[in-house]
T-cell receptor, first 117, second 120 residues
């Protein structure tokens, strides 16, 4: 079974600075997707960034980028130029590829990010 | 374009009671997944519905059951409530069954705001 581990329960960053959130996962599959989701205090979960395991290039979405190390099974999120609106709980998630799967998401425990003005 | 909606927002029940939570998928979506998120934890997959059938189930007891209606909306029912069932219940919708193959169209899951269930 696949597992996702986030070892940083809480992180803080000064506004305008850069922060990196860590995630490791375990799987025997070769094809899969990895995600970072953001859950603000209002609770609605939104997708921040997606990485397809077969792509070597790290995904980037504006101020958000990932460092995907497939051999090490590591998937970190870097937030540049942090803003107050980035304060939220961040979840790393895994999704198997291939038909026959429902595409269920497997989440880590989450990291609460505090942004200090 | 309405996103995923869930009702009610909050619910308080006592042990042994039964509860029904409701979810309306994003416009155009036909697949609904349910997740349970305990306080301070990541969501855990309960089950998924497509074409009014349960397609996959996570590690949850039979007390958890669901239904999908012809208009794609869905209900989550929990019987014989336990204190440990207190959680945020999230609904996520997507279009079609997951394929996930390389180069294919990615069918993202969109989440609703959740229903906070408290069992006393």
């Amino acid at each position: 079974a696949q597992t996702v581990t986030q070892s940083q329960p809480e992180m803080s960053v000064q506004e305008a600075e850069t922060v990196t959130l860590s995630c490791t996962y375990d799987t025997s599959e070769s094809d899969y997707y990895l995600f970072w989701y953001k859950q603000p205090p209002s609770r609605q979960m939104i997708l921040v960034i997606r990485q397809e395991a077969y792509k070597q290039q790290n995904a980037t979405e504006n101020r958000f980028s990932v460092n995907f190390q497939k051999a090490a099974k590591s998937f970190s999120l870097k937030i540049s130029d942090s803003q107050l609106g980035d304060a939220a709980m961040y979840f790393c998630a895994y999704r198997s590829s291939g038909s026959g799967n429902t595409g269920k998401l497997i989440f880590g425990q989450g990291t609460t990010l505090q942004v200090k003005p | 374009d309405a996103g995923v909606t869930q009702s009610p927002t909050h619910l308080i029940k006592t042990r042994g009671q039964q509860v029904t939570l409701r979810c309306s998928p994003k416009s155009g979506h036909d697949t609904v997944s349910w997740y349970q998120q305990a306080l301070g934890q990541g969501p855990q997959f309960i089950f998924q519905y497509y074409e009014e059938e349960e397609r996959q189930r996570g590690n949850f007891p039979d007390r958890f059951s669901g239904h999908q209606f012809p208009n794609y909306s869905s209900e989550l029912n929990v019987n014989a409530l336990l204190l440990g069932d207190s959680a945020l219940y999230l609904c996520a919708s997507s279009l079609g069954l997951w394929t996930g193959h390389r180069g294919g169209t990615y069918n993202e899951q969109f989440f609703g705001p959740g229903t906070r269930l408290t069992v006393l």
